[in-house]
């Protein structure tokens, strides 16, 4: 996931919770936001 810049990471699981795409891949995503130490508000619910 390197190649992905922070910004398209916090980009990507945004939409993958929207899209309510796999559990698993969006833990993986939250994984690396985690891993970078990015200051990422999780409770984005965009209902």
Same mark, same amino acid.
Do not use: G, W
């Given at each position: 996931?390197?190649?992905?810049?922070?910004?398209? $990471?916090?980009?990507?699981? &945004?939409?993958?919770?929207?899209?309510k $795409?796999?559990?698993?891949?969006?833990?993986?995503?939250?994984?690396?936001?985690? *891993? *970078? &130490?990015?200051?990422?508000?999780?409770?984005?619910?965009?209902?």
């Open positions: 996931m390197r190649i992905l810049t922070d910004e398209n $990471l916090i980009e990507a699981y &945004k939409t993958a919770v929207e899209l $795409l796999d559990p698993h891949f969006i833990e993986l995503l939250m994984q690396e936001i985690k *891993r *970078r &130490k990015l200051d990422f508000n999780i409770n984005c619910n965009s209902a």
